[in-house]
């Protein structure tokens, strides 16, 4: 909090002097095309702005004025409901770890911090956005106070939530008075998990070791990794872990850090390896290399996994598409390709970008490698 105190008399000061009264051309590098680039046609806003009751991830209740017409982000997942329901044109800000992507965010250039749990409130003040979204895990509640002054309401949105897609959506489209881009992006989520529930209705689920970025980092309950896991038909080996109790740090229901032993000792019948990664593809040979350092780990040749050819390296951008119902789509096509020999989940993915963002996407192939012992 210490950063807190020393910044809120700077931004009395400000709202005293009315400098966050920004005027109506942000200037910003908007992408005002957005309606129509991402393949969802805007809908008209009837009438007079009005107050609609939302409540948000942390329950908290807010009235809000409806269209809203200037928003700051946190979080690409977030950004890219916008974009879907086609509301791109209201967006003054968006954090760095998203817009440093500009091939995807075509060049959108105004930045409201590091990420989101590092705001950058001077800017935030500046840009004066009526709202200010952020996921549960961002520094939503130093954001309620430091921004009150400047009647700058604070909303806790988290986009990776499977269990919560259609609720974010549905409030992206309230939001926005995009309700029926919204619809059309729920019927499209829905299509995909009604299928993966139905084909693994009764399908005894099997072992799935996920590994993050970080090595020997794994999610646990909790975590949106660990829904799309289940979803997929699988059965996330260290689903027994509980992280209440535990050191901060062994990390986060995210990230949880596994002993190696423990690995080898759980013998997944399905090992996947996130290489990180955004919209810019794995560099040529990049995915092979880690495949072959994964082969190399003590006591991973006694995995079946991996004898027989079932692992995975890949990049969390398809994964992580459209609160993740993608990644459970490519896992449940490498888990069960019998029951998904019809899906293509890289035609999903396709159809995820170009259609409801707007984005070329090609050669999704290039994104993940399933490996096998010859590949060496």
Not at 46 to 56: I, P, Y
Not at 98 to 121: C, H, K
């Amino acid at each position: 909090m210490t950063r807190l105190r020393v910044f809120l008399p700077f931004l009395f000061a400000l709202a005293l002097l009315g400098a966050s009264c920004a005027s109506d051309d942000t200037g910003t590098d908007t992408d005002t095309d957005t309606d129509t680039d991402s393949g969802v046609e805007a809908e008209a806003t009837a009438g007079e702005r009005r107050s609609e009751t939302f409540v948000d991830d942390e329950g908290r209740e807010l009235e809000i004025a409806v269209p809203v017409e200037s928003v700051a982000v946190f979080n690409a997942f977030n950004v890219e409901f916008i974009r879907a329901v086609g509301a791109m044109d209201t967006v003054v800000g968006i954090d760095e770890n998203a817009a440093n992507v500009p091939a995807y965010w075509d060049g959108f250039a105004e930045t409201i911090g590091a990420g989101q749990s590092e705001p950058n409130y001077e800017r935030i003040a500046e840009l004066s956005p009526e709202l200010v979204i952020f996921p549960r895990n961002g520094a939503w509640e130093e954001a309620i106070e430091v921004l009150a002054p400047f009647d700058t309401q604070v909303m806790v949105i988290t986009a990776w939530d499977q269990d919560q897609h259609e609720q974010n959506v549905s409030t992206y489209g309230r939001l926005f008075d995009r309700t029926e881009a919204a619809d059309e992006l729920n019927a499209w989520y829905r299509q995909w998990h009604d299928l993966l529930e139905d084909r693994l209705d009764g399908v005894e689920p099997l072992p799935v070791y996920l590994e993050n970025e970080s090595e020997f980092t794994s999610p646990i309950p909790g975590s949106g990794w660990h829904q799309m896991v289940e979803l997929a038909g699988g059965e996330n080996i260290f689903a027994d872990i509980d992280i209440t109790g535990q050191p901060e740090s062994l990390g986060s229901v995210h990230a949880f850090s596994i002993e190696p032993e423990a690995i080898v000792a759980r013998q997944p019948h399905l090992v996947v390896k996130l290489n990180g990664g955004q919209y810019d593809p794995p560099e040529p040979g990049e995915l092979e290399e880690l495949a072959a350092e994964l082969r190399r780990r003590g006591g991973w040749s006694t995995l079946d996994a991996v004898d027989e050819g079932r692992m995975v390296v890949v990049s969390s951008f398809p994964m992580n598409a459209s609160s993740k119902i993608v990644g459970s789509l490519y896992l449940a096509s490498w888990l069960h390709p019998e029951l998904f020999d019809d899906v293509d989940p890289d035609a999903v993915m396709t159809e995820w970008i170009e259609r409801f963002q707007g984005v070329d996407f090609d050669e999704p192939e290039r994104y993940y490698l399933v490996s096998s012992a010859a590949d060496d």
